[in-house]
Antibody
Framework: QVQLVQSGAEVKKPGASVKVSCKAS????????IYWVRQAPGQGLEWMGW????????KYAQKFQGRVTLTRDTSISTVYMELSGLTSVDTAIYFC??????????????????WGPGTLVSVSS | DIQMTQSPSSLSASVGDRVTITCRAS??????LNWYQQKPGKAPKILIY???SLQSGVPSRFSGSGSGTDFSLTISRLQPEDVATYFC?????????FGQGTKVEIK
């Protein structure tokens, strides 16, 4: 079955960087985009960016431009999200999710499914 | 970016009640609208895609409707296991955006 497994919780100091991994299994890795979404404590969902595992192409939310980097290693079916310049407001659960889609005449619909379990990143001095 | 606005932010209803959550987009998104359910401590789960298509395995008491800028998610008969936060998401733009969420509780 399609599964995304994320790396474990991280505790970081302000100003540091964090790198979270997301290992995919159960499907052809390069055929589906991977998205990253974060959720601050008690808050909503915030899309951060996506990566095309086929060619490494990326798109980032404007809010995170210059601070987030998505990369992939096709040999181990893993995507990485690195966030730099951490502050307390970056304390959140970080989710990866795979693209799912249906093609109908003239268009395509996409959604996020499945999701990884999430990785808690805590930023504190 | 396309802004998504949900209402209400929270609601409390009795088991068996009909519950409706609305989502409004800041510009037309045709029917490029998804709905997710998130239970405490868990990742979100897709319920509805393309505004009204029920994801496989999702109970038929969930339904979605709408097009353009105004959408709704309806739970026809609320069950205890439906306690969760529900999010809409636009898929019209590849700069994906979510609504702020609606927390559903049992009265």
């Amino acid at each position: 079955q399609v599964q995304l497994v994320q790396s474990g919780a991280e505790v970081k100091k302000p100003g540091a960087s964090v790198k979270v991994s997301c290992k995919a299994s159960g499907y052809i890795f390069i055929d589906y985009y991977i998205y990253w979404v974060r959720q601050a404590p008690g808050q909503g969902l915030e899309w951060m960016g996506w990566i095309n595992p086929h060619n490494g192409g990326t798109k980032y939310a404007q809010k995170f431009q210059g601070r987030v980097t998505l990369t992939r290693d096709t040999s181990i079916s893993t995507v990485y999200m690195e966030l730099s310049g951490l502050t307390s407001v970056d304390t959140a659960i970080y989710f990866c999710a795979r693209d799912s889609r249906v093609v109908v005449p003239g268009t395509m619909y996409n959604w996020f499914d499945p999701w990884g379990p999430g990785t808690l990143v805590s930023v504190s001095s | 970016d396309i802004q998504m606005t949900q209402s209400p932010s929270s609601l409390s209803a009795s088991v068996g009640d009909r519950v409706t959550i609305t989502c409004r987009a800041s510009q037309t998104i045709n029917n490029y609208l998804n709905w997710y359910q998130q239970k405490p401590g868990k990742a979100p789960k897709i319920l509805i895609y393309a505004a009204s298509s029920l994801q496989s395995g999702v109970p038929s008491r969930f339904s979605g409707s709408g097009s353009g800028t105004d959408f709704s998610l309806t739970i026809s008969r609320l069950q205890p296991e439906d306690v969760a936060t529900y999010f809409c998401q636009q898929s019209y733009s590849t700069s994906w955006t979510f609504g702020q969420g609606t927390k559903v509780e049992i009265k």
